[in-house]
């Protein structure tokens, strides 16, 4: 699927909970919308917000409708983590096949390491809102 339209997908996450707009056998598809939904943060809000709504009143809801929220709640969430980890970097080095310090032993290099603690705030631009 293309990119789906912000203003149909935001038609969408207004009636996904009724299905007589979007009938049950149309389900198994759903999980393209949801992906949309959860790269927009707008939408994502929102869509959180309805789900929050639907999961905390489970016996207001058909089973089908608690389905669809939570696999929107999941897609959600992935793409939360997805988002969270895209900043994270991780680097192992291994020191033991380090030969190019003639004058420090393995021992001595790791000792002469200077772990310093910075405000990462400082690095990090605000995205306007």
Same mark, same amino acid.
């Given at each position: 699927?293309?990119? &789906?339209?912000?203003?149909?997908?935001?038609?969408?996450? =207004?009636?996904?909970?009724?299905?007589?707009?979007?009938?049950?056998? #149309?389900?198994?598809?759903?999980?393209? *919308? *949801?992906?949309?939904?959860?790269?927009?943060?707008?939408?994502?809000?929102?869509?959180?917000?309805?789900?929050? !709504?639907?999961? +905390?009143?489970?016996?207001? %809801?058909?089973?089908?409708?608690?389905?669809?929220?939570?696999?929107? !709640?999941?897609? #959600?969430?992935?793409?939360?983590?997805? =988002? &969270?980890?895209?900043? #994270?970097i991780? /680097?192992?080095?291994?020191? /033991?096949?380090?030969?190019?310090?003639?004058?420090?032993?393995?021992d001595q %290099?790791? &000792?002469?390491?200077?772990?310093?603690?910075?405000?990462?705030? =400082? *690095?990090? /631009? +605000?995205?306007?809102?």
């Amino acid at each position: 699927m293309n990119a &789906a339209p912000r203003d149909l997908l935001r038609q969408f996450l =207004d009636s996904f909970t009724d299905i007589a707009v979007i009938p049950v056998r #149309l389900t198994p598809v759903l999980s393209r *919308y *949801y992906d949309a939904i959860a790269k927009d943060p707008e939408l994502s809000k929102l869509a959180l917000e309805k789900c929050n !709504y639907v999961l +905390e009143n489970l016996s207001a %809801h058909s089973p089908e409708i608690v389905t669809r929220c939570s696999r929107l !709640y999941e897609a #959600l969430t992935a793409a939360k983590e997805r =988002d &969270a980890a895209g900043n #994270l970097i991780v /680097e192992h080095i291994n020191l /033991e096949s380090v030969s190019d310090m003639p004058f420090l032993s393995r021992d001595q %290099h790791m &000792a002469n390491l200077i772990i310093e603690e910075i405000d990462v705030a =400082d *690095y990090i /631009e +605000e995205s306007p809102s």
